[in-house]
């Protein structure tokens, strides 16, 4: 009981100063996603047109050497494919999906951060607001002097808790979808390089 009394009589500023630190990681999370996603679009670009262009002639093997000199996720998704072509398409197709798991988990890594703040910031202001709102009837209580102002004076800063939590969840949740959108088109056009690869193999078989 004594640490719940500790507790309530802190208020919400701590509560503000946590969600504080959640948007300098929100920031620092969204200009790093941003800055990956697009040197991968850019490295994709680079090799995709000639790429598309061998695999719809059947030459797996110019395909291959395109791809190989490339840098990026996706270049290495199509390079677990085009790596061992010899080996027949089921292996071939076997082979991309394990480069997709691999270059989905590099192109979403550190989203979940924007996932949890963008779910729960409000729920943590929130949080500090009950916090701030509890110790501010605590005070009118503990007074007898006090009025009416002093109420609405811990409420006001109270509700910043809220506020905050509102404005680290918002940038945080439409990032999250941003990047996310932007990671299944890249891998969405992956896929379709990949499935020109296996249509080739079994042309050529």
């Known amino acids: ?66 791809v190989e000199k490339a840098e990026g996720v996706a270049a290495a998704i199509l390079y677990a494919g085009l790596a061992r072509p010899e080996a027949g398409p089921a292996s071939v197709e076997e082979r991309l999906a394990g480069g997709r798991i691999e270059g989905k988990y590099k ?33 009118l209580a503990g007074s007898a002097t006090a009025g009416p102002e002093v109420v609405m004076a811990g409420l006001s800063e109270a509700l910043i808790a809220t506020a905050v939590g509102l404005l680290v969840a918002i940038p945080a949740v439409m990032a999250y979808n941003y990047l996310m959108k932007r990671s299944g088109e890249l891998l969405a056009e992956t896929d379709a390089l990949s499935r020109r690869l296996l249509a080739a193999l079994k042309e050529v078989r």
């Open 1 to 66: 009981m004594a640490s719940l009394n500790a507790l309530v009589g802190t208020g919400g500023g701590w509560v503000i100063q946590l969600l504080l630190v959640a948007s300098v990681l929100t920031v620092a999370v969204i200009v790093e996603r941003v800055i990956v996603q697009r040197r991968e679009r850019r490295f994709f670009l680079m090799f995709k047109a000639q790429a598309a262009g061998f695999l719809d002639k059947g030459d797996v093997a110019q395909a291959a050497a395109v």
């Open 107 to 139: 192109l979403e890594r550190r989203l979940w951060v924007l996932g949890t703040l963008g779910n729960n910031a409000p729920f943590i202001g929130l949080f500090g607001t009950v916090l701030g709102v509890i110790k501010a009837f605590a005070d």
